[in-house]
């Protein structure tokens, strides 16, 4: 995302969140003035379109969300791209912080109010040469009836936070604001966008253990799937793959790295699995062993896009143009599409075990239970012919 959208992104903001991220002639005040005055701006006022990196800092924990030219990248993951619109929101916040409450404390109660480096997260504001514009001590979060009336009513969930603005003790106050996305882990500022498998018509599982293997296809995204190469007796259970129609269609992950432990991962060993779909696209997979609910995951994007549109045969000369254009649209959005997956293939993720879990299973698991074979009614134990019933159980008279 680019910098330079800071401020555009900042207005559609002001719509959701009650204020803008761009603030213009401010009338200046320290921010020893603003926490001691109810309703004051905690922060003296900054150019937000300055801010070029936020480092939060919570013990031994560090996050670095820095700019990049035109983008925003997360330094802990070795420069993978950050959440923008986060980015804006935090900042915009911060930018706009009032007092609720001013908080005269000495010094001796900062730990109490959890505003010390060991239990407060230090948030710094920082120029594109590294130097603080702005730094925030953020400590204990406020609940309604946690010792004292809130100011702003609420209660159950946390409804404000004590902060220390500087170093003074006369920057603390109470503010409106929990704060929450206030993260120093890297993977909570990851930009989660992911790639979206579309109308798969063919799905390959390759298993360590080839008898676990299975290839299913149809001929488009409404037909049922067939299983390739069945073996007598074998038919697909048809409740059971309903998930394959929308496999990877809404794929998301939770922590990415470059350089993984493939060992650990599970990867030196992986599930192998490629997925083709009706545009042209292929994905080809490897899936590590599941960690708890998690399963490491690589991926590889490719696509044999259709460039030339064939004419209908009934099409009208009037309705060339038209079709010309909706092509050409659609094709723009499939390259855009492709290039923004295959940046994913330098990567590796971790993935809900749930998204990909359809990709995990055995051949087995696909098949219809075979049915036990049924006896006829009224057979059972050998029928003795009635005469011989008959013969065996005739008294003679003694002596024949």
Same mark, same amino acid.
């Given at each position: 995302? +680019? #910098?330079?959208?800071?401020?555009?992104?900042?207005?559609?903001?002001?719509?959701?969140?009650?204020?803008?991220?761009?603030?213009?002639?401010?009338?200046?005040?320290?921010?020893?003035?603003?926490?001691?005055?109810?309703?004051?701006?905690?922060?003296?006022?900054?150019?937000?379109?300055?801010?070029?990196?936020?480092?939060?800092?919570?013990?031994?924990?560090?996050?670095?969300?820095?700019?990049?030219?035109? &983008?925003? *990248? =997360?330094?802990?993951?070795?420069?993978?791209?950050?959440?923008?619109?986060? =980015?804006?929101?935090?900042?915009?916040?911060?930018?706009?912080?009032?007092?609720?409450?001013?908080?005269?404390?000495?010094? #001796?109660?900062?730990?109490?109010?959890?505003?010390?480096? !060991?239990?407060?997260?230090?948030?710094?504001?920082?120029?594109?040469?590294?130097?603080?514009?702005?730094?925030?001590?953020?400590?204990?979060?406020?609940?309604?009836?946690?010792?004292?009336?809130?100011?702003?009513?609420?209660?159950?969930?946390?409804?404000?936070?004590?902060?220390?603005?500087?170093?003074?003790?006369?920057?603390?106050?109470?503010?409106?604001?929990?704060?929450? #996305?206030?993260?120093?882990?890297?993977?909570?500022?990851?930009?989660?966008?992911?790639?979206?498998?579309?109308?798969?018509?063919?799905?390959?599982?390759?298993?360590?253990?080839?008898?676990?293997?299975?290839?299913? @296809?149809?001929?488009?995204?409404?037909?049922?799937?067939?299983?390739?190469?069945?073996? @007598?007796?074998?038919?697909?259970?048809?409740?059971?793959?309903?998930?394959?129609?929308?496999?990877?269609?809404?794929?998301?992950?939770?922590?990415?790295?470059? +350089?993984?432990?493939?060992?650990?991962?599970?990867?030196?060993?992986?599930?192998?699995?490629?997925?083709?779909?009706?545009?042209?696209? *292929?994905?080809?997979?490897?899936?590590?062993?599941?960690?708890?609910? &998690?399963? #490491?995951?690589?991926?590889?994007?490719?696509?044999?896009?259709?460039?030339?549109?064939?004419?209908?045969?009934?099409?009208?000369?009037?309705?060339?143009?038209?079709?010309?254009?909706?092509? +050409?649209?659609?094709?723009?959005?499939?390259? !855009?599409?492709?290039?923004?997956?295959?940046?994913?293939?330098?990567? *590796?993720?971790?993935?809900?075990?749930?998204?990909?879990?359809?990709?995990?299973?055995?051949?087995?698991?696909?098949?219809?239970?075979?049915?036990?074979?049924?006896?006829?009614?009224?057979?059972?134990?050998?029928?003795?012919?009635?005469?011989?019933?008959?013969?065996?159980?005739?008294?003679?008279?003694?002596?024949?």
């Amino acid at each position: 995302m +680019k #910098s330079t959208q800071f401020v555009v992104l900042a207005v559609v903001a002001a719509g959701l969140g009650g204020g803008g991220l761009y603030v213009l002639n401010r009338q200046h005040q320290d921010y020893q003035q603003g926490a001691r005055q109810l309703g004051g701006q905690l922060l003296a006022s900054f150019d937000v379109n300055a801010v070029a990196g936020i480092r939060l800092t919570q013990g031994t924990n560090t996050v670095n969300v820095l700019r990049n030219g035109d &983008n925003w *990248t =997360i330094r802990e993951r070795s420069g993978y791209p950050a959440n923008f619109a986060q =980015i804006a929101e935090f900042v915009r916040k911060l930018s706009e912080l009032k007092v609720a409450n001013p908080i005269t404390v000495g010094a #001796s109660r900062l730990p109490m109010l959890e505003l010390t480096r !060991e239990t407060g997260t230090l948030v710094e504001l920082l120029d594109k040469d590294g130097k603080a514009i702005k730094t925030l001590m953020l400590g204990k979060t406020h609940t309604r009836g946690s010792g004292e009336e809130s100011p702003f009513g609420g209660g159950g969930m946390p409804d404000g936070r004590y902060v220390q603005a500087g170093t003074g003790t006369d920057g603390v106050a109470l503010v409106a604001d929990a704060l929450a #996305s206030a993260n120093t882990k890297a993977e909570e500022w990851i930009a989660k966008d992911f790639l979206k498998v579309e109308q798969p018509v063919f799905i390959e599982v390759v298993h360590p253990e080839a008898t676990n293997s299975f290839t299913l @296809t149809r001929t488009n995204e409404f037909a049922d799937w067939q299983l390739t190469e069945a073996q @007598t007796g074998q038919e697909l259970d048809k409740s059971k793959l309903f998930s394959f129609n929308t496999v990877l269609s809404g794929a998301s992950f939770n922590d990415v790295t470059d +350089k993984p432990d493939l060992a650990k991962a599970g990867l030196e060993h992986p599930v192998e699995a490629q997925v083709r779909t009706a545009a042209g696209f *292929t994905y080809k997979l490897k899936l590590g062993k599941a960690e708890g609910d &998690n399963v #490491s995951m690589q991926v590889t994007t490719d696509a044999a896009l259709v460039r030339e549109r064939t004419p209908g045969k009934d099409e009208k000369p009037e309705d060339k143009d038209k079709l010309d254009k909706e092509f +050409k649209e659609k094709l723009a959005k499939l390259e !855009e599409k492709l290039k923004a997956e295959q940046a994913f293939g330098k990567w *590796t993720y971790t993935v809900s075990k749930w998204s990909v879990d359809a990709l995990l299973k055995n051949r087995s698991e696909l098949l219809a239970e075979k049915k036990a074979a049924t006896t006829p009614a009224g057979a059972g134990a050998p029928q003795v012919p009635t005469d011989s019933l008959l013969d065996s159980t005739v008294l003679k008279p003694p002596g024949q």
